[in-house]
């Protein structure tokens, strides 16, 4: 594994991490506890540090089956968490904000993950017109000194319209950015990365495999079932595009014999801008493949 500092965090993160979203629910498959175990043993065994993971991926249910699998070895993890959601049955979400709201989030948090402190709570997807709001900040810099948060993160919303966000991190306390950047959507380059640099900002590059797309094991007209988010959240006819871009991709840029999945992880990796890549898992094998990208770093 290679390790990089997460910005003006300090700590030192594995380039990959472990994303899990899957773990809600909503991809398709109710998570068992010993599949979650043995995830992040794997995890561990590869030398993966980092974990992502939210309030709403089932009503704190990822944390809470992240929590039970970490629970001996809470302080070997940097764990990521966010604020701002409340999970009310899968594909079904609200938007509690308000400075109580998230107190609530997180001790709920905290009990669900089973630790003393979030090492960093991210603001989640959180719009330009409630993301300044004094009396959130304020509550979010107790919890820091209090001890319950090490540092504050900001997942921006996937529209590519975070600039003016991304730009108030340091004045917010802000010290590590979470983005959507994937070979099929490169909005950060346009200006959100250059501002990262400019503040020292940390990157988590999400959704590394376009949802799945980017390991090249779907082909145009793939069906998704509706339980799953692929199926529920994303339309056929763009979905058919991504998938057609991604054939273009595999043949004119990933080298014959090389894992599609592994080189969409390097890829987003060889940007200096990217700390470090969050890809979402549904079992040991891919947490292991995935880590493996490592190796074809430039
Ligand atoms: N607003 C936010 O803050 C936000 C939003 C979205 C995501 N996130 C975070 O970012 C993480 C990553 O995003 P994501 O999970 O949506 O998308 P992703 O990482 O681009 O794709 C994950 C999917 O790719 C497939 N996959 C993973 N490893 C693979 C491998 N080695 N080989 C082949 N296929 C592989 C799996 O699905 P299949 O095997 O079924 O194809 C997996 O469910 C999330 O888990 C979550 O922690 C945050």
Not at 74 to 92: C, P, Q, S, V
Not at 278 to 285: C, E, L, R, T, Y
Request: proline share 2%; with cysteine; hydrophobic share 40%.
């Amino acid at each position: 594994m290679i390790y990089r500092t997460l910005g003006k965090t300090g700590a030192e993160v594995s380039v990959v991490g472990v994303g899990t979203w899957q773990f809600g629910g909503e991809w398709g498959i109710d998570f068992r506890q010993k599949t979650v175990d043995s995830i992040f043993r794997t995890a561990k065994e590869c030398g993966i540090n980092l974990i992502d993971t939210a309030e709403c991926y089932g009503d704190h249910l990822s944390e809470s089956l992240i929590g039970t699998a970490i629970a001996e070895d809470r302080d070997d993890w940097f764990l990521a968490t966010k604020f701002g959601h409340h999970f009310n049955g899968n594909f079904e979400r609200s938007e509690p904000r308000s400075a109580v709201d998230v107190v609530k989030q997180l001790e709920d948090s905290l009990r669900a993950l089973k630790t003393d402190v979030i090492d960093l709570y991210q603001y989640h997807s959180w719009g330009d017109d409630e993301i300044f709001a004094d009396d959130v900040q304020a509550v979010l810099l107790k919890a820091k000194d209090q001890g319950k948060v090490r540092f504050l993160g900001n997942s921006v919303r996937g529209k590519g319209d975070s600039t003016d966000q991304i730009r108030q991190s340091s004045a917010q306390s802000i010290d590590a950015i979470q983005i959507v950047y994937n070979r099929l959507r490169r909005e950060p380059e346009e200006g959100a990365f250059e501002i990262c640099k400019q503040q020292n900002l940390g990157v988590l590059a999400r959704v590394p495999l376009a949802s799945g797309y980017l390991s090249g094991k779907y082909e145009p007209g793939h069906k998704f079932a509706g339980n799953e988010m692929r199926g529920k959240w994303h339309e056929d006819e763009q979905r058919d595009l991504w998938l057609a871009e991604v054939a273009v991709i595999q043949k004119e840029e990933v080298p014959d014999g090389v894992d599609m999945a592994q080189w969409a992880i390097s890829w987003c990796l060889n940007h200096p801008a990217v700390t470090c890549v969050i890809p979402g898992v549904k079992n040991a094998d891919q947490v292991r493949s995935n880590a493996a990208a490592v190796g074809l770093l430039e």
